[in-house]
């Protein structure tokens, strides 16, 4: 049954953790592990079976390619990880190689359902599976900017004291060092940051500022204390396949195709998108100000030369 299939590519830290998250929350009926190391994935598949009496029913088993083929989702987060001074684009090259083998691999199962990616740089990632396997651009899906948005609610909200689900603030442009802030949409129950820092004397607004800063460096900080980050982005991906499978039409910062869109094209980038059964029902273009549209023009200029330099 296709319904609520996912398969997970990639058994790493952020796979299982994406899985452990996806079996708490009662995500799917049915969790396929692909990873190289196979004893890892039965390993984890026999682990995560042990939790089932606790959530809800689930088929949860060590999968191969041919798994794929009535998946409804394939969720990719195989691939070498960031290091510790390594940024997300320094990756492009060796896992470029790995995404074009396994994207034969899996179209050729006769998968034709929505791909979601979170390897790393997962922008220009999202890009290669898109070439790769020829799906239209709404069935391919990268996590972008959704993790960094939800990095960013939570520094605002630890700042001024407020439950981080009531800050609407979104994070835009590549997932990595050319992000940005929309300021300009960030909102506490419809009130604009800016007036509630006017009428709450005690936020700093130069402390509000660099809630921005610690957003950005969040995931450097994280690698730099214990090698990895994978709880939060698990998290994420578990969130995004929900709205896949239960077709919730919910708002996420993905990586998602522009055609026009922003003034950019032929483009994986995070922006706010609507997602549902079909990937990507449409992309909300926010109007930005003049700064923000040069951040967002500068973070395109800075994946499209390496997506130009990747696909000649």
């Excluded at 995500?27 to 592990?33: L, N, P, S, T, V």
């Excluded at 604009?192 to 509000?208: C, F, G, Q, R, T």
């Excluded at 610690?214 to 698990?234: C, D, L, M, Q, V």
């Excluded at 998108?273 to 700064?291: A, F, H, R």
Aim: with cysteine; glycine share 8%; net charge negative.
């Amino acid at each position: 049954m296709k319904d609520s299939k996912i398969i997970l590519v990639g058994d790493g830290a952020v796979g299982s953790s994406f899985a452990y998250a996806s079996t708490i929350l009662g995500i799917g009926r049915e969790i396929g592990i692909i990873d190289i190391n196979e004893d890892k994935a039965y390993g984890d598949a026999m682990d995560l079976s042990d939790v089932l009496s606790f959530t809800k029913p689930k088929t949860i088993y060590k999968a191969d390619y041919s798994d794929c083929r009535d998946a409804e989702v394939v969720v990719i987060t195989a691939g070498i990880p960031q290091k510790d001074g390594e940024s997300r684009l320094d990756l492009v090259d060796k896992n470029l190689k790995i995404f074009k083998d396994m994207i034969k691999k899996i179209v050729d199962s006769g998968f034709d359902g929505i791909f979601l990616v979170a390897s790393n740089p997962v922008d220009i990632l999202t890009y290669a599976t898109w070439k790769y396997s020829s799906f239209p651009a709404n069935k391919v899906i990268g996590t972008g900017t959704t993790l960094d948005s939800s990095r960013f609610k939570k520094e605002i909200a630890s700042l001024i004291g407020i439950d981080p689900r009531s800050v609407d603030a979104y994070i835009l442009g590549e997932h990595g060092d050319s992000e940005f802030a929309v300021w300009s949409h960030t909102n506490i129950g419809g009130l604009p940051i800016y007036e509630w820092v006017k009428s709450h004397s005690k936020v700093d607004e130069l402390a509000l500022l660099e809630t921005f800063e610690k957003t950005k460096n969040a995931a450097y900080e994280i690698i730099k204390k214990k090698g990895a980050t994978f709880y939060g982005i698990g998290m994420a991906l578990a969130r995004i396949v929900e709205s896949i499978i239960n077709d919730e039409n919910r708002v996420f910062s993905t990586s998602s195709y522009l055609d026009g869109e922003y003034g950019l094209k032929d483009i994986f980038i995070g922006v706010p998108t609507v997602i549902g059964k079909d990937g990507v029902k449409w992309v909300i273009e926010i109007p930005l100000t003049d700064t923000e549209k040069e951040r967002m023009d500068s973070s395109y200029k800075t994946l499209k030369e390496i997506i130009d330099r990747s696909f000649k």
